[in-house]
Antibody, heavy 120, light 108 residues
Framework: QVQLVESGGGVVQPGRSLRLSCATSGFIFSSYALHWVRQAPGKGLEWVAFISYDGRNEFYVDSVKGRFTISRDISKKTLFLQMNSLRVEDTAVYFC?????????????WGQGTLVTVSS | SSELTQDPAVSVALGQTVRITCQRDSVRSYFASWYQQKPGQAPVVVIHGRNNRPSGIPDRFSASSSGNTASLTITGAQAEDEADYYCCSRDSSGDHWVFGGGTKLTVL
């Protein structure tokens, strides 16, 4: 079965860095685009970043552009999010999600999320 | 970038029908997808494309669209449908995704 499992969250000071991982299984990793979506405490969902199935294209929400980098490792079947220059407003649960293009693109599988807390 | 606007909260009596709307700032747009999220859980897609339900999603969930408004309808709401619902779509550029602010559904 399809599984996505995030890790790497924690408490970090403003200005520091953190790297999130999303280990995947149960599907052909190189065939699917992947995303990061976050949710601040008590708030709604916010799309953060996209990486194409082949890793050639990356897109970011404006608020993280230049600070966050999405990447993927086909040998490890793992998605990453390198987060630099973290801000208090980056505090959120970060979900990785698989994109399915059938019948309109959508996020068909999600991880359980990993909490990032940016605080001094 | 595009915006998707949802009513913050909606309530429905048990067994009745409720419509949750998602207003976009552009008529020309991609299909919306709809996600259900219960407290402490990851979102689950309930509708995608024109009106497609993933396996395991009850047929009381359906979607429609008119002009720049996408809608999720629950026909015969059940207690287990109480959750937050989010619409999502690519923006007009096609390289950014946007979520609506979410609608908290209460089943009375």
């Amino acid at each position: 079965q399809v599984q996505l499992v995030e890790s790497g969250g924690g408490v970090v000071q403003p200005g520091r860095s953190l790297r999130l991982s999303c280990a995947t299984s149960g599907f052909i990793f190189s065939s699917y685009a992947l995303h990061w979506v976050r949710q601040a405490p008590g708030k709604g969902l916010e799309w953060v970043a996209f990486i194409s199935y082949d890793g050639r294209n990356e897109f970011y929400v404006d608020s993280v552009k230049g600070r966050f980098t999405i990447s993927r490792d086909i040998s490890k079947k793992t998605l990453f999010l390198q987060m630099n220059s973290l801000r208090v407003e980056d505090t959120a649960v970060y979900f990785c999600a698989r994109e399915d293009l059938s019948y309109g693109d959508h996020f068909d599988f999600w991880g359980q999320g990993t909490l990032v807390t940016v605080s001094s | 970038s595009s915006e998707l606007t949802q009513d913050p909260a909606v309530s429905v009596a048990l067994g009745q029908t409720v419509r949750i709307t998602c207003q976009r700032d552009s008529v020309r747009s991609y299909f919306a997808s709809w996600y259900q999220q219960k407290p402490g859980q990851a979102p689950v897609v309930v509708i995608h494309g024109r009106n497609n339900r993933p396996s395991g999603i009850p047929d009381r969930f359906s979607a429609s669209s008119s002009g720049n408004t996408a809608s999720l309808t629950i026909t015969g709401a059940q207690a287990e449908d109480e959750a937050d619902y989010y619409c999502c779509s690519r923006d007009s550029s096609g390289d950014h995704w946007v979520f609506g602010g979410g609608t908290k559904l209460t089943v009375l």
